[in-house]
């Protein structure tokens, strides 16, 4: 794997990049060849058809304005070419690499923060939701980023894929590899806590 890896260093797109019109199959089919040959063409034309998506995850987590963007959309194109071998191709190949930049981009995201890199990347998230008219989003989520960075990882993960990324519930079920009741339970309890800090912070 360390092969792989070293490549993905060399081949990781910088730049914004944009979809080269694979359909989901087709970036299964390319995750398949580039775990199998590990030929650089192969593994390039992968990680510049699914950047687009990790980069889309990235900014909602961290704020289009974040320093620290494009590092982290390199480090999760890293993480999925070294999750790739565990794969079982079950499903659209997208979805298990949005579950691993979703990860990846919220331990960036407490790595980096600092009181100013907070209020800035507020203030861009604040900016991009009332652009997109964002429906899934509550009016004081941006308020609540310190607060969610305490819940344990599962929970932020589902809180953040809800209010955030607008997946449904079973959206998340499916996507952690979880029962939906599961996924119910982590975002009562999530909600639960945040509306606990609230009233004490209040």
Not at 181 to 186: F, I, V, Y
């Amino acid at each position: 794997m360390s092969t792989l890896q070293s490549r993905a260093e060399l081949t990781a797109p910088t730049g914004t990049g944009s979809p080269l019109g694979e359909s989901g199959s087709d970036l299964t089919a390319l995750a398949d060849l580039a775990v199998r040959t590990r030929d650089p063409a192969i593994v390039r034309r992968f990680l510049e058809g699914i950047a687009p998506s990790v980069r889309g995850v990235c900014r909602a987590v961290m704020g289009p304005g974040h320093a620290d963007l494009e590092d982290a959309v390199q480090e999760c194109l890293i993480e999925i070419l070294r999750a790739l071998p565990k794969y079982r191709f079950e499903g659209a190949i997208v979805h298990y690499a949005r579950r691993i930049a979703l990860r990846c981009s919220i331990a960036a995201r407490k790595r980096g923060r600092n009181r100013e890199q907070r209020a800035r990347a507020l203030a861009d998230l604040e900016s991009a939701n009332a652009t997109s008219g964002r429906q899934d989003a509550g009016p004081g989520l941006w308020f609540l980023w310190g607060i969610i960075d305490e819940l344990p990882r599962v929970q932020a993960e589902a809180v953040i894929m809800r209010m955030v990324l607008g997946y449904s519930v079973e959206e998340i079920a499916v996507a952690t590899r979880v029962s939906v009741n599961t996924s119910k339970s982590r975002l009562r309890v999530a909600k639960e806590y945040l509306r606990r800090r609230l009233d004490t912070e209040g």
